[in-house]
């Protein structure tokens, strides 16, 4: 299995911060990586696709790059409802795994 | 409305069995493939099963394959997971996920609500 990593585990920040979150697998993914928010007791919600495909209805605040292994989430101008926790995952190879979650807090 | 509505957690006992079933609404049901995604209470995210909008082809995680089945009736709109076998490592709140398009592939678009099963003696 592909083994999705995520740093830093957890980060606090301020309304208005940008705010960048990484995500590493173990092997080559290509551009097959997707990004998930989820607030407490909330179902996940996607925000991207393939690396850098905005999710219908979701803010351009957030961004998503990278391809190969390497991979980041920026949320630019952090907005008070940004504060959550964030998973990516691959869809390249079976089973699509995920990553342990970045948590954004306030700072 | 977009939705997806699961249903069926609870509690259960080891060894004993559970069916999940989550009720789909508000676009082209047999357009998609569907997965059940579980989180365990340390947070952890798994995949655990997927069916093609076909639903003739279904696949299964390591720790699901021979004990879980998942199923699909495209005239009730809805997906079940039959979950045999449990044991307390199945404790989670299960997820019923559509996927981006018709293939089966991991592409995981819109989540339920999701329903929570524990496995306690």
């Given amino acids: 299995d592909i083994q999705m990593t995520q740093s830093p585990s957890s980060l606090s920040a301020s309304v208005g911060d940008t705010v960048t979150i990484t995500c590493r697998a173990s092997h080559s993914i290509s551009r097959y990586l997707n990004w998930f928010q989820q607030k407490p007791g909330k179902a996940p919600k996607t925000l991207i696709y393939e690396a850098s495909s905005l999710q219908s209805g979701v803010p351009s605040r957030f961004s998503g790059s990278g391809s190969g292994t390497d991979f980041t989430l920026t949320i630019s101008s952090l907005q008070p409802e940004d504060f959550a926790t964030y998973y990516c995952q691959q869809s390249y190879s079976t089973p699509g795994t995920f990553g342990p979650g970045t948590r954004v807090e306030v700072k | ?121």
């Fill in chain 2, 1 to 121: 409305e977009v939705q997806l509505l699961e249903s069926g957690g609870g509690l259960v006992q080891p060894g004993g069995s559970l069916r999940l079933s989550c009720a789909v609404s508000g676009f082209t049901f047999t357009d998609y493939a569907f997965s059940w995604v579980r989180q365990t209470p340390g947070k952890e995210m798994e995949w655990v099963a997927g069916i093609s909008g076909s639903g003739r082809n279904t696949y299964f995680a390591d720790s699901a394959q021979g004990r879980f089945a998942i199923s699909r009736d495209d005239s009730k709109h809805t997906v079940s997971l039959q979950m045999n076998s449990l044991r307390a490592d199945d404790t989670a709140v299960y997820y019923c996920v559509k996927d981006r398009g018709w293939g089966f592939d991991y592409n995981f678009d819109l989540w339920g609500q999701g329903t929570l099963v524990t496995v306690s003696s």
